[in-house]
């Protein structure tokens, strides 16, 4: 097992529901995994399998109706004055259960547990320029005067690698380009040494080129700071070039977690196999048909019972799958899986 | 005419200088000040029965290419020469709105947010319908016939024919907008972005849907993408297009073995593999795409090319055979030894 004091973020059995009038969408549904200090845990999955909604339920920033029903999120805040990387000593706090307005969760907020998002331009504020949104996550959590702030600004701007930064830090984010708007984006989320960098979906909008400089940005980032950043995607071309654990999700799920090249050469469960047949490789030239997912994602209201994964299986177990959910079981070399085929059924 | 010289396939659509220009107007009297030359003298075919890709980044022409193609955009200058049967050719760009429509059978598009390109208000019989009657095809029992017909092709139940478009899923409106388009039995199709907005899962049920299409339907098809490896997948010739030019075309194998175009090398490398073996050799390119308003001088890629020398900076290559239906431009394409995505 791995050593308590690696333990960044654990989440326990997180059930995040919304009560609509149609029906309770169970968005997370269950959801165990954690990121570790230092490393790139990605989060793989299609849209609605509850990845998103992972993140913001870290940091508490659901919108109503939706709220964490069930479930722990442990968090393992290291304490003020003990220099990182030294085995020192931790307070664990349960972020499920803290108040989402309240002075405790504004503090880890933006300051040690930040994010950033997949559109940079709804997500940044387009009345205030960019040096203004970067003083402002500093000026949240700490004192800094207003040259001061201009300066840091400046200097994060440079640290990603902004281009003229004295000068882009007093501009509005229409005047950047799609990639410039997504450095001011990690800028502001690294505004105040976060332990943790949540990145949702940080490419998706941007151009190959563009895409390939900002991950770039990342890896650096992520080595010269040695924080944990998670990485939500549905790209796999992503996740092999940026993590080392990745968690893939269905429906709310978590239908495995392995290192990154277990689960791309040794994949366990049916959905991850599935998923990994069905994207066309690059230079693989093979105009071999690809082989979907059969089937299509069930609607949110009709969740199927037992493993959510069984009417698109190919491996299904009649009377075990569809009635039972499969717990997540731990295989060796701590690859985790959640289905029947490798045990967890009792008796068959 | 129309019948390649080097393979004897006939040639479907002919496509010679096209051009798209918007002017750049400022000031009080709105004078036009320069033009942002979206599409710059462009000129490619499509063989009958083939896929070419027509790749690059946001901004780069290649839907405005596309569309001038199907006149959704009038085109600025150059011929678009569609062979509506044999020995009849025809210039699209010249053609008066009557005889367009008309023509328009013939040419359709696949659009790529199937969200906002279907009417919410009308149901997939009227969707569907609405070609096959604009152009007097079919009416009444007839165009329900051939509705059902067609949504059974494209995998949706027939049954499906009263409801609308918020009862599917993004997988399920996209089949519509291919039914859509496929009503009237066109020759070509342009399919802008088709599967950029569907998840993994369904971008594959897509794909081989629309294989089998054109099996069973013999359609040509202009593939409009920036993802590479579903163009490597789907089309038989790519052309990849920068700031408005085309810099390189030829065979789908040859252009992923065998580039020759630096913007083609960098693009290819840019794209994260799905293979956690084949860490980054990645060739980042700095700075960003030219303002097509406000080019560079030269090749317009120099300024981010990492081959460039004197004359890229003063002399525009044209796009020239650089190997045997290999076409790129660049001054120099034969010297260059490039490096190939990772197999």
Same mark, same amino acid.
């Given at each position: ?15 995040? *529901? ?11 549904? +269950? ?18 399998? +509850? ?24 968090? *393992? ?77 400046? $200097?994060?701007? $440079? ?7 004295? $000068? ?118 093979? $105009? ?61 | ?12 659509? &002919? ?24 599409? &710059? ?38 011929? !678009?020469?569609?062979?509506?049967? %044999? ?19 013939? @040419? ?5 947010? %199937?969200?906002?390109?279907?009417? #919410? ?43 609308? #478009? ?11 907008? !291919? ?14 972005? #088709? ?25 040509? =098809? ?49 794209? %994260? ?29 120099? #300024?981010?090319?990492? =081959? ?18 290999? @076409? ?16």
């Amino acid at each position: 097992m791995t050593p308590q004091n690696d333990l960044l973020i654990e989440i326990k059995n997180l059930k995040t *529901y919304f009560a609509l009038d149609e029906g309770t969408v169970k968005a997370v549904d +269950g959801a165990t995994l954690d990121v570790r200090r230092g490393e790139t845990l990605g989060v793989v999955g299609e849209s609605g399998c +509850g990845k998103s909604m992972i993140a913001r339920s870290i940091l508490r920033i659901i919108d109503p109706p939706g709220q964490i029903v069930d479930g722990e999120i442990l968090y *393992y805040r290291s304490q003020a004055g003990a220099p990182p990387g030294a085995s020192h000593q931790v307070d664990v706090i349960d972020l499920a259960k803290v108040d989402p307005r309240g002075p405790q969760i504004r503090a880890i907020r933006g300051a040690e547990v930040a994010m950033i998002f997949q559109e940079p331009m709804t997500a940044l504020s387009p009345v205030y320029t960019i040096g203004n949104q970067i003083v402002e996550a500093l000026e949240q959590h700490r004192q800094v005067t207003k040259r001061d702030g201009r300066t840091e600004a400046i $200097r994060l701007l $440079r640290e990603v690698g902004m281009s003229l930064p004295e $000068r882009r830090v007093d501009e509005y984010p229409h005047q950047l380009s799609g990639g410039m708007r997504q450095r001011a984006m990690i800028a502001i989320g690294l505004a105040c040494r976060p332990a943790l960098l949540i990145a949702d979906e940080p490419t998706t909008a941007l151009d190959v080129t563009t895409q390939a400089q900002i991950l770039e940005l990342m890896l650096r980032l992520k080595t010269e700071r040695g924080m944990g950043i998670m990485m939500i995607t549905h790209d796999l071309g992503v996740v092999a070039e940026m993590t080392q654990r990745v968690a893939v999700m269905y429906l709310g799920r978590v239908a495995e977690v392995a290192d990154v090249r277990t689960l791309f050469h040794n994949p366990k469960h049916p959905y991850t196999i599935a998923l990994l047949n069905s994207i066309p490789k690059l230079g693989r030239r093979a $105009r071999a048909r690809l082989q979907p997912v059969s089937g299509m994602v069930p609607s949110p209201y009709h969740r199927p019972k037992g493993c959510l994964f069984h009417p698109r299986c190919p491996s299904v177990m009649k009377g075990l799958c569809d009635q039972k959910e499969p717990p997540l079981i731990t295989l060796e070399g701590a690859q985790r899986v959640a289905c029947f085929l490798y045990g967890g059924g009792g008796e068959r | 005419m129309n019948q390649s010289v080097t393979t004897g396939r006939p040639v479907l659509l &002919d496509i010679k200088h096209l051009r798209k220009y918007y002017p750049i107007r400022h000031g009080l009297l709105q004078r036009v000040t320069g033009q942002v030359k979206a599409v &710059d003298d462009v000129s490619f075919h499509i063989f009958e029965g083939e896929t070419l890709g027509l790749v690059g980044e946001s901004g780069c022409g290649k839907t405005t290419a596309g569309r001038c193609i199907l006149r959704g955009i009038e085109p600025s200058g150059g011929e !678009i020469l569609f062979m509506r049967g %044999p020995g009849d050719v025809v210039d699209v760009a010249r053609q008066d709105p009557q005889s367009m429509s008309t023509l328009r059978r013939n @040419l359709q598009m696949i659009f790529q947010d %199937p969200y906002s390109s279907l009417n #919410p208000r009308w149901t997939l019989l009227e969707i569907v319908g609405e070609p096959l009657l604009v152009n007097k095809i079919a009416r009444g029992k007839d165009l329900e016939d051939q509705v059902a017909d067609m949504l059974k092709r494209v995998g949706l139940r027939p049954e499906f024919m009263r409801r609308y #478009p918020h009862a599917f899923s993004g997988g399920e409106r996209q089949r519509i907008g !291919i039914a859509r388009a496929l009503a009237t039995r066109p020759k070509l199709v342009v399919a802008d972005e #088709p599967v950029s907005a569907l998840d993994v899962s369904v971008r594959a049920q897509t794909l081989n849907l629309l294989e089998d299409l054109q099996q069973e339907f013999q359609l040509t =098809y202009l593939f409009i993408s920036h993802d590479l490896s579903v163009v490597e997948h789907i089309c038989d010739r790519v052309a990849v297009m920068y700031v408005g030019k085309l810099v390189e075309m030829c065979e789908t194998e040859e252009l992923y073995l065998n580039p020759k175009h630096p913007y083609t090398e960098a693009l290819m490398s840019a794209v %994260p593999k799905a293979d956690p073996d084949l860490k980054s050799q990645r060739i980042v390119l700095e700075g960003e795409v030219a303002d097509p308003g406000n080019p560079p001088s030269g090749c317009y890629f120099h #300024p981010r090319c990492r =081959y460039a020398y004197d004359r890229c900076r003063v002399e525009s290559p044209a796009l020239r055979e650089v190997a045997p239906g290999h @076409l790129a431009a660049c001054h120099r394409a034969e010297e260059l030894k490039l490096s190939v995505a990772p197999a």
